[in-house]
């Protein structure tokens, strides 16, 4: 009962990983479901990877789209490596400007600066329900957006949480191999998290 009444304490560590792990996997939806991040990637292909710590997190932008990897079998791109969590931490939650080092792909100035407007627009539909209506999306697209960025983050960090945060861990400790299924907006939308042979998962669609 205690674990119940003890709110976690998250570590910069754990910010990290929600951070890389958690938020940049909103960069899939971000380019299937909004017309004018398309139009920054337009036909640019390339990896971009940051890293921190022990930490990596990959995106790559190919055909208009973006697949979140925490694992890449091969040479990115860009490589952009914080130097401590709390840089990073800073930097994703704005309370802070500390630009990350480039070990690969500065002269990448397109890349880079592409991947600096999506980034601009993520945060704006994470933020705000109606962000996006200044990057050209109608309210109702922008307000439809928010619902599946948030949807997809809140998914990510649980199985970050459960698998890292001690409170959260000791909660699901001897459940077993389970799946949870989630649908959002009258089926619209829908997702699972599951831990199979000990390993967690999410996705989005049915389990």
Same mark, same amino acid.
């Given at each position: 009962?205690s ?10 560590? =754990?910010?990290? @990983? ?12 971000? =380019?299937? +479901? ?9 036909? $640019? @292909? *390339? ?6 710590g ?6 790559? *932008?190919?055909q /208009?789209?973006? $697949? ?5 079998? #091969?040479?990115?791109?860009v490589?952009?490596r ?10 994703? &939650?704005?309370? /802070? #400007? ?14 880079? @600066?592409?991947f ?8 704006? /539909?994470?933020?705000?329900?109606h962000?996006l209506?200044?990057?050209?999306? &109608?309210?109702?697209?922008? $307000?439809?957006l928010?619902? @599946? =960025?948030? *949807? ?5 960090a649980?199985t ?6 001690? +409170?959260? $861990?000791? =909660?699901f ?6 799946v949870?299924? *989630?649908?959002?907006a009258?089926g ?16 989005? /669609?049915?389990?």
């Amino acid at each position: 009962m205690s674990l119940l009444l003890s709110p976690p304490h998250p570590t910069p560590e =754990l910010l990290a @990983r929600l951070h890389l792990h958690a938020v940049l996997a909103g960069f899939a939806d971000l =380019l299937k +479901y909004a017309g004018p991040a398309r139009e920054v990637l337009q036909d $640019r @292909r *390339f990896c971009l990877r940051l890293e921190v710590g022990g930490l990596s997190a990959n995106l790559v *932008f190919a055909q /208009g789209r973006c $697949r979140f990897l925490r694992d890449f079998p #091969f040479s990115p791109q860009v490589v952009l490596r914080f130097l401590s969590y709390a840089q990073l931490n800073k930097q994703f &939650t704005g309370r /802070g #400007f500390s630009l990350p080092i480039p070990l690969r792909g500065a002269g990448s100035v397109g890349h880079l @600066r592409a991947f600096s407007k999506l980034s601009a627009m993520l945060q704006a /539909g994470l933020v705000e329900k109606h962000g996006l209506v200044a990057f050209g999306l &109608t309210e109702a697209a922008a $307000r439809e957006l928010h619902l @599946r =960025l948030t *949807f997809s983050v809140a998914l990510a960090a649980s199985t970050i949480l459960i698998e890292k945060e001690t +409170y959260a $861990r000791a =909660l699901f400790e001897d459940s077993g191999d389970w799946v949870a299924a *989630f649908s959002v907006a009258e089926g619209s939308m829908d997702a699972w998290i599951a831990r199979r042979a000990g390993v967690l998962a999410w996705g989005r /669609g049915q389990p």
